[in-house]
Every structure is written in C-alpha cells, then in structure tokens.
C-alpha cells in the first residue's frame, strides 16, 4: 500500500494524517464525460475506460454523470445545469474526487472545485499517474516525471491565487505538495530542465546501443498497439517459440500500461534468418502529448524500424477505433510509412477461425499458440523481401568486404579456398549488386 500512496501523488497529500486515512481507503471518484454530437469517438467505450484507468490508479467509483453536448463548456466543462446535478450526486455518494473525460484547462479546474468544493482531475493526470506507478527503470521514472511536472505547472501557478482565498483543506490541498514544489514556478522549471538533461545523458547511451544494434545488421521488428491488446504476450509466444534459451520473457498482463519500458529480443528463424523484435509502450485514447514527447526516446526504436506489427485485439468490439488511435499516434511519433502487418489477436475469443492470413493480416490468438508460424511467415516475406540468395568468392586481400557482409548480411556458410573466401550467404539486392564482380552465381 506504501507504494501506492507514494505514487499517486496527485491524488494523495503530504499531511501526515490524511496520507494515512487514505492509504487505507480508496478514494471515491465520479467519472464525468462530455458527449460531442456527432463525434466519431465512442463516448461510452471511453466512459469505461475513463473508469478502468481510475480503478487502475486505486480508486472506487461510485458515480458516473453523462452530458450530451454540440461543445465543451468553455468556462465550467459540463453546462451550469448539469452542475446541480453533479453536486447532488456527490453528496449523495460521498465523492471526493471528479474525474472528467477529456484534459481540463487550468481555469476550467479552478471553476469546478470552486463550485463543487471537491478535487476536479482529468483523464490525462489519470494516465499520468498510472505511468508513475508503472515506471520501473530510470528512464522511464525520469520519462514521467518531465510530463508530470509539464502538465502540473500551468496549473499550479493558476491554483496559487485561488488557494490564496483560503479555508480550503484536505484533499484541496493539492497533492503534489509532496513534490515542495508547488508554488514555485522556478524551481519546477528548474526541475524539468535537470530532469530533461540526465534523460539526455541517458539518451547518449541509447543511442550507443541503437548504433550496435545497426551494425549488427538485423532487421527491426517492433510491436506496436493498443494498451493491452496482447503485444507483451505475442513477443513471448515468439520468444518461447524462435529466442534463444536464456532469453527472458517479458510482462504480460491485463491490466492498462503493464509495459512501460522497451524490450528487444532476437529471434532466429528456422531457416538462419534472424531478427530484432521490440515490445512497446502501450498507446490510448488521448494520450496526453506532454507524454508521448517524453516518451520519445524509449519510442525511437518504433520509428527506427523495419516493420511494425501493428497488435489489435479483435475480440475488443470497439477495435476499428482502436486501429485508429494507434495510426494516429504512430503519425505524431513520426513513425508512420513504415512498413505494417495487422496482427489481429485474441482470435480465441471471437467466432473467426483461425489462423486465417489475408494479405497483410493475420487473424491469430498468442495465449492458445494459434498463428504465431503464420505471423513468422509473414514478417519473414516482408523483412527479407529484398533479399538476395548468393554464392561469392571474395580474394583474401579484400577483407573488409568480408567483413561488411559478416555484419551488413547472413553468411550461410563459408569455406576458405586457395583463391580466397568462397561464402554463400543473404544480402540486400543492393549489396550484390555493388559486389556483382565477386558473384559466381545468383541462388535465389
Ligand atoms: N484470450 C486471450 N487473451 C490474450 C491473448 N493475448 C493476450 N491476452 C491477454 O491480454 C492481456 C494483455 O496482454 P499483454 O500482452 O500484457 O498486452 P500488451 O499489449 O502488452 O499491454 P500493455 O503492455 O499494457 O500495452 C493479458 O491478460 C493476456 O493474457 C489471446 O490471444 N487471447
Ligand atoms: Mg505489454
């Protein structure tokens, strides 16, 4: 529970006494949303969601409170009307935190909690949090926090002046006093420009790994997807079927966020064929930007890559909008035009049969081991597609292109003859050609 308390900060205070009460007790939440006439979005699949991130963030909700709308209200988020009604609801639930659907502006909080006499937070700090909890190495902690701090200064400065008004206590107090850093603008500037400077030295070690990575000459492969769609888990299916032994698995789970970190695994195909697969950050609706900007580094693998499996769990009935959301974010990422296989999971539970491949799709469930060889398949045909099977006799006094292909290529074998290196091996088509002179035939 300590663990719990210690990363909620948003939502719990630095008084002692209240820290305590609240360690013990979830703390009640209504989910309030805005529903935009004629929006694409589904507003109660995001209603759910709302409630699945802040029962993820441990709390109880004990109210929900829909409002149809052409707009946002500007001023108060919901109309004046509808907050009559949110104030009779809190009372009569005992609510001690709303939690709106869409990202609130700092005027629209202070409005709200000045009107309801309760804490007001929004789908972003909610998302925010769960990252905090989740964040296990120090780039990822350090990640968060930037965003954290990004999100929370407009609207610590904007709550200084009201707090000023005083007779407010409790959960009023803003949680992140635990932070000491509140009502100084500087100084949390000064944080973010320290926090964003270690995560650049991180950054320097990143890279020196993606430039082995290059020179290893392995295609990357990452995956890529909606929150719990079953990425982490097709990643194991893979590393279990096709990883080298000590290889260890990665997270699984169901719940939201379970990967934060990126990991990259080898996978060695059947037929010598090798390549790097990475596991992805999970994405959602709204994500908030300050986040996906913090995040951009542990994401530079994505737009570094070769292909994407693009992991959709089918048996989800909103899924279409989740393809979406996903291509969305791999646009603002930067990673859009590269490559995608369809990776429709969770086939299981739905009444397709599988595994069914259609084009660049593969309908397939990773828990059961149903379609793994099928997606093997296909990212072999897209990732190698290229790929040019070859004899070459290269002289013993042209070494480096020996090497070259040792790290840019796949040396299926190699004898060492008079005339020099007899070797048979997978290249880029555009590496043969450059070395055509050296070619005693073409294989395939
Ligand atoms: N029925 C069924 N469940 C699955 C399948 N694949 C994954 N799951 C379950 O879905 C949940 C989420 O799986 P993960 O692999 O952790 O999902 P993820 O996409 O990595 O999620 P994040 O890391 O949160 O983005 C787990 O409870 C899995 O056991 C599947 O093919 N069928
Ligand atoms: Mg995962």
Redesign the pocket.
């Known amino acids: 529970m300590a663990a719990q308390a210690d990363t909620c900060v948003f939502l719990f205070t630095e008084k002692n006494n209240e820290r305590i009460l609240k360690m013990t007790e979830k703390i009640k939440a209504i989910a309030m949303g805005v529903n935009i006439k004629n929006s694409e979005d589904n507003f109660d699949y995001m209603m759910e969601e709302l409630k699945g991130l802040a029962i993820a963030c441990d709390m109880e909700v004990v109210g929900e409170l829909a409002q149809n709308l052409d707009h946002i209200n500007k001023a108060h988020y919901i109309g004046s009307g509808k907050i009559e009604e949110l104030k009779g609801l809190i009372e009569f639930t005992g609510a001690e935190v709303v939690i709106a659907n869409d990202e609130l502006s700092p005027s629209q909080i202070r409005v709200l909690e000045d009107e309801l006499n309760i804490r007001v937070i929004d789908r972003t700090m909610l998302i925010l949090d769960i990252f905090a909890q989740r964040a296990r190495t120090r780039e990822a902690k350090l990640q968060v926090d930037v965003a954290r701090l990004q999100y929370l200064l407009p609207r610590l400065i904007g709550q200084k002046d009201y707090d000023q008004q005083g007779g407010r206590e409790g959960l009023h107090n803003r949680g992140a006093g635990e932070t000491k850093l509140e009502l100084d603008r500087r100084r949390i500037e000064d944080k973010i420009a320290s926090l964003k400077k270690e995560l650049e030295n991180l950054g320097y070690q990143r890279e020196t790994q993606r430039s082995k990575r290059k020179k290893s000459g392995l295609p990357l492969v990452s995956l890529v997807?909606y929150?719990?769609?079953?990425?982490?888990?097709?990643m194991n299916a893979l590393v279990e079927m096709y990883g080298s032994a000590q290889d260890k698995k990665v997270f699984?789970?169901?719940?939201?966020?379970?990967?934060l970190e990126t990991s990259v695994r080898k996978i060695d195909l059947p037929d010598r064929e090798s390549f790097l697969l990475a596991?992805t950050?999970?994405f959602i609706y709204k994500l908030p930007h300050n986040l996906i900007k913090a995040f951009r580094s542990t994401l530079e693998e994505v737009v570094d890559s070769d292909l994407l499996l693009h992991?959709i769990d089918y048996?989800e009935a909103n899924h279409e909008k989740f393809i979406e959301v996903t291509e969305e974010t791999l646009r603002e990422i930067g990673a859009d035009g590269i490559p995608v296989i369809q990776v429709f999971?969770?086939?299981?539970?739905t009444d397709t049969e599988m595994p069914l491949v259609v084009n660049n799709r593969v309908y397939l469930?990773?828990?059961?081991r149903i379609g793994i060889k099928e997606l093997v398949q296909l990212i072999s045909d897209e990732i190698f597609k290229d790929f040019v099977e070859c004899e070459m006799l290269i002289p013993y006094d042209q070494g480096q292109i020996l090497s070259y292909f040792h790290e840019n290529a796949h040396v299926l074998k190699i004898e060492y003859e008079e005339e020099g290196a007899r070797i048979i091996l997978e290249c880029k088509e555009s590496d043969y050609e450059k070395y055509q002179d050296y070619s005693v035939s073409r294989i395939k």
């Open positions: 997807g929150t719990n769609a079953g990425k982490s888990s097709i699984e789970k169901d719940m939201l966020f379970a990967t596991d950050v999970g992991v048996s999971n969770k086939t299981d539970l469930s990773a828990k059961e």
